[in-house]
């Protein structure tokens, strides 16, 4: 299992970097909307829809992801409304706001997001921004290293957590969800976000409110990430499955990937437009 895991990581490593460093903008876009489309299929089943509806939901993901295309980038994805944007995303910030509350209050919570219509929605509001997100970070000067450092985020709070917990680990963060989880794991985790955002700050000499804003914004960033890992375990569990599919040979499904992402990238992209981050990265 571990040799099949670490195999599947390094092509999946390598599959990014390809596209994150070889596809224009416009085609990128159009290979993530892809991936969003299966990770959809996935949220499906999670929802419990049936395999006619889940072919329905996809439809309305393809559309919604189009719709939000269309508004944003007026289909031109090098000439995107900052404004339109950010309207979008922080609706999604919302969202995760509010998904922070149900975690919090998981089992009882679930009688308001059990139905699968309910969960087909939330599906929405996870997918549809993280794909906006990574497009905005991937048209910025730099993009394609600005994406790799939120997934930088995302690794640093997972690590940050993992060594932290299996040494100091004593009060649990979210029993009911996540039993492996611990406070002392996540502000371990949430530390080490914060040592890679000042080296970050500190090499792109950003100014102090500058950097403070940055700073704070991939805290969050971390935070939101621990929370999508969450939120999806939350589904599975509600579900009563493991894994979002087993499509990716040690890893599960394509959603078991991008749940700590899916909340990681809106929160980071309001960080990185509050503080003018994409103004700084055109020095570089």
Known sequence: MLKQRIITAIILIGLLLWALFRL??????????????IAGWEWANLASLNRALRFVFI????????????????????AGDEDRAQRVLVVACFWWALALLWVQGYPASALLWGNRWVRGVIGLFVLVPAWLSVVILRGMEQGAWVVLFVVAVVAAADVGAYFVGKQFGRHK???????GKSWEGFFGGMAACGLLATAVAFGLGLPMKN??????????????SVLGDLSESM??????????????????????????LSAALPVFTVAAIASELPKYLQDL
Request: negative net charge; proline residues 5%.
């Open 24 to 37: 224009p903008l416009d085609t990128f876009a159009i290979v993530v909307a892809g991936v969003i489309l």
């Open 59 to 78: 439809a309305t993901l393809g559309a919604a992801l189009i719709g939000v295309a269309q508004y944003v980038f007026d289909m031109n994805f090098s």
């Open 173 to 179: 963060l979210a029993p009911e969800v996540s039993p």
């Open 211 to 224: 950097s403070i804003l940055f700073i704070v914004g991939v805290i969050i960033t971390g935070l939101a």
């Open 235 to 260: 589904f599975k569990r509600h579900r009563g499955i493991k894994d979002s599919s087993s499509l990716l040979p040690g890893h599960g499904g394509v959603l078991d990937r991008l749940d700590s």
